[in-house]
């Protein structure tokens, strides 16, 4: 496996076919891992994730990736996560207050609203809170979102949407990242966003191959 292939985490939290489908399309080279040892030597990581928070963190420390994802993190290596996988990056959430999150950006994760439908599921526009060195000028982006509990904002949000009061659409500390939307299932916008992500991460796309002549 060449240098720039990423690990997609494979817990059983969620289907990986349109992430993987994404890839694809973006010719960026992965492979799915279940556990460390299938993982590639190095990479960005992507830790996807539907479900509840608890049972997420369970999964991940039953299959070894809880404990290792901070000690990769401290070596350098970069982690994107999506949806859930955004929200365990945080310290902790509303959904599960006895369980730790990774700890890897600052803040809680705390339930939507108040006075608005919840899950929120649908299509939110973002707009720009700071500038990141990998991801082009998103405002009036329109992406897609599924969930009922979202980080709070802070220093290191890169892009806000609003559901019943403002919330870190995507969230980056050093080579760590965040995506509350599924880039994946938001279009040429959602696209844009993850290769731009995942290429300054070190991803490295597949040349389209010669046509024979």
Not at 57 to 64: A, C, F, K, T, Y
Not at 141 to 152: G, I, N, P, R, T
Not at 168 to 183: D, I, L, N, Y
Request: glycine residues 12%.
């Amino acid at each position: 496996m060449s240098a720039g292939t990423i690990t997609l985490i494979d817990y059983e939290a969620g289907n990986l076919a349109s992430l993987e489908g994404a890839l694809e399309r973006l010719r960026l080279p992965y492979v799915r891992a279940a556990s460390p040892d299938q993982a590639a030597e190095s990479g960005p990581i992507v830790l996807p994730g539907v479900g509840h928070f608890e049972a997420a963190q369970r999964s991940l420390q039953e299959r070894g990736w809880w404990g290792l994802l901070p000690a990769l993190v401290a070596e350098g290596r970069p982690l994107l996560g999506i949806c859930l996988g955004l929200q365990l990056l945080a310290e902790g959430s509303e959904e599960a207050p006895r369980t730790p999150g990774l700890g890897l950006v600052p803040g809680l994760v705390r339930r939507l609203g108040p006075g608005v439908k919840v899950p929120n599921m649908g299509w939110s526009r973002v707009r720009r809170a700071s500038d990141h060195p990998a991801l082009p000028d998103a405002e009036g982006a329109w992406l897609y979102f599924v969930h009922s509990y979202a980080l709070e904002p802070s220093a290191d949000t890169v892009y806000l949407a609003d559901h019943g009061r403002p919330f870190a659409a995507v969230e980056a500390r050093g080579k760590v990242m965040g995506f509350q939307p599924h880039p994946e299932k938001s279009g040429p916008d959602g696209l844009r966003l993850l290769q731009a992500a995942l290429t300054w991460m070190g991803a490295t796309a597949i040349a389209p191959e010669e046509p024979c002549l």
